[in-house]
Nanobody
């Protein structure tokens, strides 16, 4: 099982960025994005079920949108109005439909400058 995240980079505050994650080797009941800022624990950013039910961290509600394509086994995170506090390594995650194991991508760095 592999999850490959892409799309990170350096952006100015207020700008937008889109992260993408391509998965293979399994189907996933839930897919999501997590992030880990320097010196902090990894936290959930957004999740989406195979049926399209979404959940967001309070800090990103109204700014970030998660979407997935079940046929392509991809999950994207559209991040708008980025803030410096969004700076972190972002990881995509998938919970195996049958294994119920959590699988992680390699992480992509997002840096938001003020």
């Amino acid at each position: 099982v592999q999850l490959q995240a892409s799309g990170g980079g350096l952006v100015q505050a207020g700008r937008d960025l889109r992260l993408s994650c391509a998965a293979s080797g399994s189907t996933f009941s839930v897919m999501g994005w997590y992030r880990q800022a320097p010196g902090k624990q990894r936290e959930m950013v957004a999740t989406i079920t195979s049926g399209g039910t979404t959940s967001y961290a309070d800090s990103v509600k109204g700014r970030f949108t998660i979407s997935r394509d079940n046929a392509k086994n991809t999950v994207d995170l559209q991040m708008n109005s980025l803030k410096p506090e969004d700076t972190a390594v972002y990881y995509c995650n998938g919970r195996g439909t049958y294994s119920r194991r959590d699988y992680w991508g390699q992480g992509t760095l997002v840096t938001v400058s003020s």
